[in-house]
C-alpha cells in the first residue's frame, strides 16, 4: 500500500492513503501529540471530514488493538525464515515469584538468550516491554528465541 506523507510545518506531518475500497483516508500527526483521523470527498477531493481526533494516549491504544494481531503473524514469518528461531507464549502463573514484579527481574534474556518481545494481558499488548514493566498472574509474555531459550524463560516465569 502506498502511504503519501506531507510535511505540515509548524503542524506536524499528514498521512495519506487510498483503502481497498477506494476511500481516500489521512491520519494528521500533530507537533502537540495529537491524531486526526479524516476522510476525503469524492466529489471534492480537497474537502475533508473529520472522523475523529485522538490524544496521543487514545491513539496508542488504537495502535495496540490493530497491531496485536500482525505483532504475532510478523513473528511467525521471521521464525520460518530464520532456521533455529522459534516464538511462542509463556504465561506468568498467578502466585509466581514473578507475579508483581518487573520484567527486568527475571532476567531472561541473560540468562537464556531469549527476548520478550510483548507482553498481552487480557486485550492489551504491551510491545517491546522495558525492564520496569510489572509482570501480573495471567499475563502472556510473547518470546523469541530458540527452543531450548524460551523453555528455560517458561522455567524462570513458573519457578
Known sequence: MDVIEVLLPGVGVRYEFVTAEGAR???VSYRDGRFEFVRYGIADPD???TLA????????????ILG?????ERFADLT???PGLAA???AVP???RFDGAPLGAT????????SIVAVVRADDVIASPGPQEVLRGGDSLVVIGTATGIEAVRRIVAG
Open 25 to 27: 483516508v489521512g491520519v
Open 47 to 49: 474537502a475533508c471530514e
Open 53 to 64: 481526533v485522538l490524544t496521543r494516549e487514545e491513539a496508542d491504544t488504537v495502535a495496540e
Open 68 to 72: 496485536a494481531p500482525r505483532i504475532t
Open 80 to 82: 520460518r525464515e530464520v
Open 88 to 90: 511462542a507464549t509463556v
Open 94 to 96: 498467578a502466585g509466581s
Open 107 to 114: 532476567q531472561a534474556r541473560t540468562r537464556t538468550g531469549a
